[in-house]
């Protein structure tokens, strides 16, 4: 089965292309992607497979493909939305939603994930078990897809879940994994601070909200020098502090919102914790009332050891002239809302390097500029449908 798979893939590289240049023209924001979740349930239009369509908070979609054969389940994600950035990638496909792009490369996502299922459904009866298509919506937005999907029940059986992403972090043909934790967990916060506002000439008459507040900014830097451990990682980035008022006038409240990241979930809850404290602090020693809005948004993503230990295995083996490297990558700095499904699965969630012929700095995800080598995108129809093979031992 597995060279009829390769084979199959290979003769539908361009029709990968052409789905993603599609998706890539039309893209839609998270919990907004009506007409790209419309696309894809046509795609599997007379298809002898299960659709379950608006799937969890949104438009998350299950393909079910029922193998010839009893055995085990297991889920593949790709996840379909976009996000709001204007597009300044130099490409004929330029999205034609103004203000809107694929900016992270879900079109690609996507575009490989339909080819692949595609063609696992007209090789089905050599399958011994249940394949799960998950194209899942609103990964960029918390609370994202995946939470929902998961909660959704629709999903319960599934033995082990993969799922790939694109990163320019390499030339087509490079395949990286990371076993442990290797995405961020992230949490958000708001936090006001309300003082008494006053004359600038009488500031004992007053208490100043903004310095307070400036107290707890830097406060909070101490948390990741000095309540974290040298080996864990944690990020508090306060993004915007929201002071301006005149100039010889005494604030009476501010507000803060920070973004904050952490690799493990006892780094999260020792930095909520001490989040709170310095709250508590600030109240006692300025003499203000805050309120703290802290959500934890998405978890630490987690790689199954020993499934992420089968997918390098497998890839290394595959003698395939498209999968030139296998190697092993460093754990990422963003967060990933795959994490929900590992958090209750066996699960490997790797990587498909993507970087543009011809460039030696490639923008990276997000970046108005991003854009990938479409080479790419038949790499990871292959090296999922790879992984699919190993797993039910198919040759």
């Known amino acids: 089965m597995k060279s009829d798979l390769m084979g199959m893939l290979e003769s539908r590289k361009e029709e990968i292309i052409e789905i993603r240049r599609h998706l890539h023209e039309n893209p839609e924001l998270s919990f907004k992607e009506e007409k790209t979740a419309q696309y894809i349930a046509d795609f599997y239009k007379g298809k002898d497979v299960d659709v379950q369509t608006k799937v969890g908070n949104g438009y998350g979609i299950i393909v079910t493909i029922k193998g010839g054969k009893p055995g085990k389940t297991i889920g593949l994600r790709a ?9 300044e990638a130099d490409v004929p496909f330029k999205s034609k939603n103004e ?34 298509i998950i194209h899942q919506h609103a990964e960029e937005v918390p609370p994202g897809g995946a939470k929902s999907i998961v909660e959704s029940g629709l999903i ?89 008022g005149t100039f010889n006038v005494i604030k009476d409240s501010v507000e803060l919102e920070g973004d904050i990241r952490y690799m493990t979930v006892e780094t999260k809850e020792t930095i909520e914790k001490e989040v709170k404290r310095i709250v508590r602090g600030i ?22 050891p020993e499934h992420t230990a089968m997918v390098a295995e497998s890839l290394r ?49 997000h970046h108005p500029k991003f854009d990938i080598d479409e080479d790419a995108l038949l790499v990871a129809a292959k090296a999922v449908g790879q992984v699919v093979c190993s797993y039910y031992e198919l040759n």
Request: charged residues 20%.
């Open 283 to 304: 109240e006692e020693e300025f003499g203000v009332t805050c309120e703290l809005t802290y959500t934890p948004d998405y978890p630490p993503l987690y790689n199954d």
């Open 99 to 132: 203000g809107v792009m694929h900016a992270c490369g879900h079109d690609g996502h996507t575009a490989y994930l339909l080819v692949l299922a595609d063609c696992l459904i007209q090789l089905k009866d050599s399958i011994p078990g249940i394949i799960k």
């Open 156 to 244: 319960d059986d599934l033995d082990a879940v993969y799922g790939i992403h694109l990163l320019p972090m390499g030339p087509a043909g490079t395949v990286g994994y990371h076993a442990g934790y290797s995405f961020n967990g992230r949490a958000y916060m708001k936090l006001k601070v309300q003082g008494r506002g006053g004359h600038g000439s009488s500031p004992h008459l007053a208490n100043d909200a903004i310095v307070a507040a400036a107290h707890f900014v830097t406060a909070a830097q101490t948390i990741v020098s000095r309540r974290l451990s040298p080996f864990d990682v944690g990020v508090i980035t306060i993004g915007s502090f929201d002071g301006k």
């Open 79 to 87: 996840d379909f939305d976009a996000l709001p950035i204007v597009e």
């Open 317 to 365: 083996s595959m003698n395939d002239p498209d999968i030139k490297e296998v190697k092993e990558f460093p754990a990422m700095a963003p967060s990933e809302d795959f994490a929900y499904y590992a958090e209750k699965f066996p699960a490997c969630f790797f990587y498909i390097a993507c970087t543009p012929k011809g460039v030696e700095d490639p923008y990276f995800n």
